[in-house]
């Protein structure tokens, strides 16, 4: 292969076999990078996307949770996050979009929604931009991109969910505030959930809460920092009285989106109590809440989408901190070259393990 070849897997059509594709290096704009993709790992939107649960542009490159290593900066440089030059050679993870920081919207603290964002694993490939998501080679970075060096300490196992999963609970956790001497009810113990019981515990939660409907999933949450479990199957009284003995719920972790599961998880707060909904991604049915519960509780309701930059940040220091405390890296349970990613996303989608890795570079000699 030329050695100003990439080399992606396209997707063209719901339910079609991807398309391995061949693509000149991009021509970089200011403030822009090309990357050698390291790793990469399929997250449950890029499976709701393939198998058609969700539209999406065609033709694109999938995958947005990816670490590369820089082969190519532009002319006057560029920085990371906190200001450091980076440089070729450098591994780096950055924010699942790239954002126009001139916006109202960024300008008043919410980068992810700025106009005119530009979501890795998302795009329409055009002509300037093909290689966009981590089913490649390599990728583009945009300008707008946060980017962050990788601790040396991380693998790539544990390094690539960075950017979407482990940024996306730092978040909840920011909106969630100080959770000291807290009671936690973590809703949802998928991969979000899972990093949310670690973070919520490293955060100085008194009890973390571990909820779901799946008994393997729940016994899993005990290795990543959950106290207690409550299964979600169980009536809403016997998990209450149990939440209960030990204080009640002050802060709800909400990673399921499953209606059903935000409603009774509201009834589950303490006055004062605190819910943050992350899961709610997908389309669903409206809510029922009591309002007269909400205002004689006290209660907060708070929505997250994405993220936002320092979210990414903590996440890494997170993890840097405590990768060998918390079994992150087993979560990627099976791992394939690039040109078997059909077998890979069929592999996932019958949901074996929470992540499967790609190894795009595989193919290159
Ligand atoms: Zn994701």
Known sequence: MSNSKATAMVFEKVGQPFSLTSFDFPKLNTGEILVRVVYATICTSDLHTFYGRRCSHTHSILGHEIIGSIIEIPKNGINDFYGDALKVGDKITWSVYAHNCNDELAKRGMPQKSKDLFKYGHEKINE?????????????LKRGSTIFKIPKNLTPKEATPLNCTHATIAGAIRLAGDLKGKNVLVSGVGMLGLSACAMAK???ANVVFAMDVEEKR???SKRFGADLSLNAKEHLEVSLKIAK???????IIETSGVPSAVENGIKMLNIGGICVLIGSVYSQRDISINAETIVRNLLTIKGLHNYIHEDLAKAIVFLS???????FEDLVGKEFPIEQLDIAFDFADKQSCYRVGVQPNNIIS
């Open 245 to 251: 003995e030990f204080g009640g719920i002050d802060v």
């Open 321 to 327: 901190k405590n990768n060998t405390k918390y079994p």
């Open 218 to 220: 729940l016994q899993q």
């Open 128 to 140: 300037t931009y093909k290689l966009n998501g981590g089913f490649a080679t390599h990728c583009h």
């Open 202 to 204: 490293e955060s100085g």
